[in-house]
């Protein structure tokens, strides 16, 4: 079993910046991926970022250049920093991880950007 709770969401102005967080009870041991998703009303929840065993990465294509994924395995946290951010970035962000082929799923911050 794995917890996860996001935080960091909340209202920046266009070309702004937030960081979120997702911290995850447990270890982060035999978790084989990570990532973070987005979900606006009336569409599908939408993968942002990804981060994998070893380290590796991808993007959105949406996202690249402005947003960073990492992850703390100390602490047990993964971060998903989001630089000049736009109002279509606004939305509901979850965090998802991937554990022996379970998905666990965060409860989800919302970020708003205004124009």
């Known amino acids: 079993q794995v917890q996860l709770v996001e935080s960091g969401g909340g209202l920046v102005q266009a070309g702004g910046s937030l960081r979120l967080s997702c911290a995850a009870s447990?270890?982060?041991?035999?978790?084989?991926?990570m990532g973070w998703y987005r979900q606006v009303p009336g569409k599908q929840r939408e993968l942002v970022a990804a981060i994998f065993t070893g380290g590796s990465t991808n993007y959105a294509e949406a996202v690249k250049g402005r947003f960073t994924i990492s992850r703390d395995n100390a602490k047990n946290i993964m971060y998903l920093q989001m630089n000049s951010l736009k109002p279509e970035d606004t939305a509901v962000y979850y965090c998802?991880?991937?554990?022996?082929?379970?998905?666990?799923w965060g409860q989800g911050t919302q970020v708003t950007v205004s124009s």
């Open positions: 447990g270890s982060f041991f035999r978790i084989n991926a």
């Open positions: 998802k991880a991937t554990k022996r082929g379970d998905d666990y």
